[in-house]
C-alpha cells in the first residue's frame, strides 16, 4: 500500500499522520466518488458504517474525468482516512 498525500504545499499545512488506524471503529474516512459508478461508493459507504462502526463523508467529484477541485481535496484531507481513485 502507497500512502499518498494529495494536498497543495501551503505555509499552514498540518503534519499527515502515516499510520494506520487499528480498527475503523469511530475511524473518520472520506470517500471521494469520482462519480463513474455512485451506487458501488454509496454502498462501500453503508458498509463501512454498518460493518465497520465508521464516520463517513462522500464526496462526489463534479466530473469523472478531470482532477478534483481543489475545495474537494482540502475537505477530504481533513479525514483521518481518505478512500480515493477506487477502480472498477
Known amino acids: 500500500m502507497e500512502i499518498m498525500i494529495p494536498v497543495w ?3 499552514d499545512a ?3 499522520d502515516t499510520v494506520r488506524p487499528r480498527s475503523l471503529k469511530g475511524c473518520e474516512i ?3 466518488d469520482d462519480n463513474y459508478d455512485p451506487p458501488f461508493t454509496m454502498r ?3 458498509l463501512l458504517r454498518e460493518l465497520h462502526g465508521a464516520v463517513v463523508e462522500r ?3 463534479p466530473l469523472g474525468s478531470s482532477p478534483s477541485p481543489k475545495s474537494l481535496i ?3 484531507a481533513k479525514f483521518k ?3 480515493v481513485g ?3
Open 86 to 88: 477506487v477502480g472498477m
Open 74 to 76: 482540502e475537505s477530504a
Open 81 to 83: 482516512v481518505a478512500v
Open 14 to 16: 498540518r503534519p499527515v
Open 9 to 11: 504545499d501551503t505555509e
Open 59 to 61: 464526496f462526489v467529484k
Open 30 to 32: 472520506a470517500i471521494v
Open 44 to 46: 462501500l459507504e453503508v
